[in-house]
């Protein structure tokens, strides 16, 4: 049978501001109503029964994907959660034994979260190739025709004249990520594709590469006591199934080429790939004008955001956040968010757009002493059942009616009315009605992290 992992782990640092690291870009709703992972989710599962679609992340976004998905049908034994981050190899060897316990011909097919597919009908076709390869004990990798000059991506140079199946072709050697003038040589040469990371085998042949090439890696896989298993994975080398296993086995390994409209929303030089583009190449997102601005993609989240005299920039404008490099740069913007952490500055980690399974809030002002927050409550949702033990907070409702719980009492508050929670008593708050609820919320007391929050009762199961 057919399976599918979905590599959801990931904290799309490349995508700073939109993506932060408690809000990746994967489970953003960067293009219509569905996010990056919903759009991967639902676009699987016209090919595989969503019984048999696994997704693979780690204890930080399990619940927003649980709920996420929760409407597509993806059992939540299916959402598989590593005990720690140790990158592809270890997270696709988790799926490939779990696959090869209940069944041994088992065909595992391997995607991350977030990437854009324009053209599904092609997309399928490829994988059909795909599958028939991994039946005959071969591993199948795709391949996209090179767009650009990219330094951030793996190539793969092919022997076209070894053509095994259609479009599929052997592999002569990989070239991880090249300086710029390499890349530049290399896309020009018709041999020439990007590592798509998207792989399909058995899984036990996987399992029988893992324990050749990472046999430290097979030897846990194969830990039945589950304290043993979680302490022997910690102490797991971090590695790509790219570096661990695919490299070193190219006697059945086959590129399979993929022309399906594909792009990988790696960092902010791709996403305009997405975008339509006005008469000067300029990819534009949100309330924009543009003058005398070319080659340029500008990101407008909330407010008006204009560009003079640009050429071949990035702009990112989110509520908290302003991000301006050239295109060429993109890749290292993993750099700013680096800075950031070591700064302990809070941008690396939230917006102050924060989005919820029950709405979403807004930061209007913090200091050591208090922090104001403008929160939405969508219609029928309500928050969890909570207390907290270091702060106190007063909510205003400026719209709608709000049914708020504070101890055993329960009060029903209304636009231009407020109430107070005391520090320490269990509250909730619920939108009963069919309109939006909103209210400012004033939090005062000796410490105003998001973090202090005991929850006794949450309609999402967060813990």
Same mark, same amino acid.
């Given at each position: 049978?057919?399976?599918?992992?979905?590599?959801?782990?990931?904290?799309?640092?490349?995508?700073?501001?939109?993506?932060?690291?408690?809000?990746?870009?994967?489970?953003?709703?960067?293009?219509?109503?569905?996010?990056?992972?919903?759009?991967?989710?639902?676009?699987?599962?016209?090919?595989?029964?969503?019984?048999?679609?696994?997704?693979?992340?780690?204890?930080?976004?399990?619940?927003?994907?649980?709920?996420?998905?929760?409407?597509?049908?993806?059992?939540?034994?299916?959402?598989?959660?590593? #005990?720690?981050?140790?990158?592809?190899?270890?997270?696709?060897? /988790?799926? *490939? &034994?779990? @696959?090869?316990? %209940? +069944?041994?011909?088992?065909?595992?097919?391997v995607f991350p979260a977030?990437?854009?597919?324009?053209?599904?009908?092609?997309?399928?076709?490829?994988?059909?190739?795909?599958?028939?390869?991994?039946?005959?004990?071969?591993?199948?990798?795709?391949?996209?025709?090179?767009?650009?000059?990219?330094?951030?991506?793996?190539?793969?140079?092919?022997?076209?004249?070894?053509?095994k199946e259609k479009y599929?072709?052997? #592999?002569?050697?990989?070239?991880?990520?090249?300086?710029?003038? /390499?890349? *530049? &040589?290399? @896309?020009?040469? %018709? +041999?020439?594709?990007?590592?798509?990371?998207?792989?399909?085998?058995?899984?036990?042949?996987?399992?029988?590469?893992?324990?050749?090439?990472?046999?430290?890696?097979?030897?846990?896989?194969?830990?039945?006591?589950?304290?043993?298993?979680?302490?022997?994975?910690?102490?797991?080398?971090?590695?790509?199934?790219?570096?661990g296993v695919v490299e070193?086995?190219?006697?059945?390994?086959?590129?399979?080429?993929?022309?399906?409209?594909?792009?990988?929303?790696?960092?902010?030089?791709?996403?305009?790939?997405?975008?339509?583009?006005?008469?000067?190449?300029?990819?534009?997102?949100?309330?924009?004008?543009?003058?005398?601005?070319?080659?340029?993609?500008?990101?407008?989240?909330?407010?008006?955001?204009?560009?003079?005299?640009?050429?071949?920039?990035?702009?990112?404008?989110?509520?908290?956040?302003?991000?301006?490099?050239?295109?060429?740069?993109?890749?290292?913007?993993?750099?700013?968010?680096?800075?950031?952490?070591?700064?302990?500055?809070?941008?690396?980690?939230?917006?102050?757009?924060?989005?919820?399974?029950?709405?979403?809030?807004?930061?209007?002002?913090?200091?050591?002493?208090?922090?104001?927050?403008?929160?939405?409550?969508?219609?029928?949702?309500?928050?969890?059942?909570?207390?907290?033990?270091?702060?106190?907070?007063?909510?205003?409702?400026?719209?709608?009616?709000?049914?708020?719980?504070?101890?055993?009492?329960?009060?029903?508050?209304?636009?231009?009315?407020?109430?107070?929670?005391?520090?320490?008593?269990?509250?909730?708050?619920?939108?009963?009605?069919?309109?939006?609820?909103?209210?400012?919320?004033?939090?005062?007391?000796?410490?105003?992290?998001?973090?202090?929050?005991?929850?006794?009762?949450?309609?999402?199961?967060?813990?």
């Amino acid at each position: 049978m057919k399976y599918a992992a979905i590599l959801a782990g990931g904290k799309g640092i490349r995508f700073w501001p939109l993506s932060r690291e408690e809000e990746p870009k994967q489970l953003l709703k960067i293009f219509g109503n569905y996010s990056l992972l919903q759009h991967t989710f639902k676009r699987i599962a016209k090919i595989i029964d969503k019984e048999r679609i696994f997704i693979i992340t780690n204890k930080d976004y399990a619940n927003a994907i649980k709920y996420q998905l929760k409407e597509f049908g993806c059992c939540d034994g299916n959402i598989i959660v590593e #005990v720690s981050p140790k990158n592809t190899a270890a997270s696709i060897g /988790l799926i *490939a &034994k779990m @696959i090869e316990a %209940k +069944d041994s011909e088992g065909i595992l097919s391997v995607f991350p979260a977030d990437h854009f597919i324009k053209e599904e009908k092609k997309f399928f076709r490829a994988l059909a190739a795909g599958f028939s390869l991994a039946q005959k004990d071969h591993m199948a990798i795709f391949g996209i025709k090179p767009l650009r000059a990219e330094s951030g991506y793996g190539y793969i140079q092919v022997s076209r004249n070894a053509v095994k199946e259609k479009y599929a072709f052997k #592999v002569n050697r990989f070239i991880e990520k090249p300086n710029k003038a /390499l890349a *530049a &040589k290399l @896309i020009k040469r %018709k +041999d020439i594709y990007w590592n798509g990371g998207i792989f399909i085998w058995k899984a036990s042949l996987l399992l029988r590469q893992i324990q050749r090439f990472m046999p430290a890696l097979h030897a846990v896989l194969n830990e039945t006591d589950k304290k043993r298993f979680e302490q022997r994975w910690n102490k797991l080398q971090s590695i790509s199934i790219d570096y661990g296993v695919v490299e070193k086995c190219q006697r059945n390994l086959f590129v399979i080429e993929l022309a399906c409209g594909w792009t990988d929303l790696g960092n902010w030089s791709t996403i305009d790939f997405v975008l339509s583009r006005d008469k000067d190449n300029n990819a534009v997102e949100g309330d924009v004008l543009t003058i005398d601005t070319k080659n340029t993609t500008v990101w407008s989240s909330h407010h008006l955001t204009v560009t003079l005299g640009l050429r071949d920039m990035v702009v990112a404008d989110t509520p908290d956040a302003l991000l301006v490099c050239p295109k060429e740069r993109a890749q290292e913007v993993s750099q700013v968010v680096n800075l950031l952490r070591e700064k302990k500055r809070f941008e690396y980690m939230t917006p102050r757009l924060v989005n919820r399974p029950w709405g979403r809030y807004f930061v209007l002002n913090e200091t050591e002493k208090y922090k104001t927050k403008w929160v939405e409550v969508f219609e029928g949702k309500r928050l969890s059942l909570q207390l907290h033990k270091r702060r106190a907070e007063h909510w205003i409702v400026v719209e709608g009616t709000a049914k708020v719980t504070i101890g055993n009492a329960i009060h029903y508050v209304k636009s231009n009315q407020s109430i107070y929670v005391p520090r320490g008593k269990k509250h909730r708050i619920e939108n009963e009605k069919k309109e939006r609820l909103v209210f400012i919320e004033v939090q005062t007391g000796a410490y105003l992290g998001e973090d202090d929050i005991e929850r006794f009762h949450d309609d999402y199961e967060r813990a």
